[in-house]
């Protein structure tokens, strides 16, 4: 059964704040408040009283930071009634995305009627863990433990070194990497000046030095021969400090209600979320796992790949739209070249950032304002997650 057969889904507001860099203008911000930040203006934005929602939905890929149950934590912070529940999904790189489909599943099936989802991520303020260390130790070194450094928990390769190998095993080269790379600083400039990206950053004050309202990694002065000259990471075959994003803070929210909802209220949806799937495989597959999450999607929703207008991949490195457009292609260059063409076209992670927790919903409303952009029909977003995960949704406009 088609997922649209029951009641339709809408996203009526998206926003999120500016992504900063690792120990830039967001470090004093924790995800939490960063977090609260975004759910309050996207309230305010949709129109919505706090006590109207039904429950919040928060992904967050790095917990030692946030702590516990961060998502009942911006409840309290943005005056959601203590008796609105909370979840707080960890899902690595997905969460936020698998929030957008946990809320539109629990309205489909009539269990909701306003949900708050959204992501939240500080790079900046994720603290060293020193195991053991509270009950004393005599004599001898502290090992130090960085949570932010993801391996392969059997093998211990760091996510670089497996995403360049299966990178260069799907045929994608440095090289490629590198143009994509570099193309994703393009875009991005291109759409900012444009002020495509100002309709859903949120200025955000700083701490006694003014106002950021715009993404801290994004470089203008990128390019091919400077990101050819970068060392491989990690003893990766191919992955850059160049061709992958950054470490990085912030935060995205995104209000979810049944279209009927919408349509009392006056409100005049972003998209329709019309289809979500969620998949896992190997341990080593997030490098391609986005092509069957949306291929997956598709499916449910009644669609090919040539019916989409538009597609954000997350560039958890610039390998993962590079493989994943390839895999759906499927050995048909033509299909190749127009997947390509339409995917992240207004820049992508690498650019902006990548804040784990946030960069599911990130490009999920980066999908659905381009898709109007564009005039409607179907767009894709799929987002890869540690250790062979991956979500996507298909979006109508």
């Not at 457009?325 to 902006?352: C, E, H, Y």
């Not at 980066?366 to 062979?388: D, K, V, W």
Request: aromatic share 4%; net charge positive.
């Amino acid at each position: 059964m088609k997922e649209s057969a029951l009641d339709n889904v809408v996203i009526v507001a998206a926003i999120r704040t500016p992504f900063g860099r690792f120990g830039g203008v967001l470090r004093e911000r924790s995800a939490v408040e960063l977090g609260a930040l975004a759910a309050k203006a996207v309230l305010e934005r949709g129109g919505i009283r706090p006590e109207e929602l039904s429950e919040t939905i928060f992904g967050c890929g790095i917990l030692d930071a946030a702590t516990a149950v961060p998502a009942r934590q911006i409840n309290f912070k943005v005056g959601i009634p203590g008796t609105t529940p909370s979840l707080t999904v960890d899902r690595a790189c997905c969460s936020s995305m698998a929030a957008i489909g946990l809320a539109s599943m629990k309205i489909r099936f009539g269990e909701a009627n306003i949900v708050l989802a959204g992501g939240i991520e500080s790079c900046s303020q994720t603290p060293f863990l020193m195991r053991g260390t509270r009950w004393g130790r005599k004599l001898g070194d502290f090992s130090v433990e960085d949570p932010m450094q993801v391996r392969n928990p059997i093998t211990g390769l760091a996510l670089a070194v497996v995403t360049g190998r299966k990178a260069l095993e799907h045929g994608v080269s440095r090289e490629e990497q590198d143009e994509w790379s570099y193309h994703s600083h393009r875009k991005y400039f291109a759409a900012h000046d444009a002020g495509i990206y100002a309709q859903e950053i949120l200025p955000v004050e700083r701490k006694d030095r003014g106002v950021i309202a715009v993404d801290e990694g994004p470089r203008r002065d990128t390019s091919l021969e400077k990101l050819a000259a970068l060392p491989t990471v990690y003893g990766s075959p191919s992955v850059t400090a160049g061709n992958a994003p950054g470490l990085n803070d912030g935060a995205s929210a995104l209000i979810l209600m049944p279209g009927a909802e919408a349509a009392r209220r006056g409100l005049a949806p972003l998209a329709e979320v019309v289809a979500y799937a969620q998949l896992a495989g190997d341990l080593e597959s997030s490098v391609y796992m986005p092509a069957h999450a949306i291929l997956a999607a598709a499916k449910k929703a009644g669609i090919g790949l040539r019916d989409l207008k538009c597609i954000e991949i997350n560039e958890a490195f610039a390998a993962m739209p590079l493989v994943s457009t390839k895999v759906m292609a499927d050995g048909d260059a033509k299909d190749l070249a127009r997947l390509r063409s339409i995917t992240n076209v207004n820049g992508g992670s690498v650019a902006i950032g990548h804040p784990p927790g946030a960069s599911g919903a990130r490009v999920a409303m980066a999908a659905a304002r381009e898709l109007r952009r564009r005039g409607g029909g179907y767009a894709a977003a799929g987002i890869c997650g540690g250790f062979g995960q991956a979500d996507a949704l298909i979006l109508k406009a």
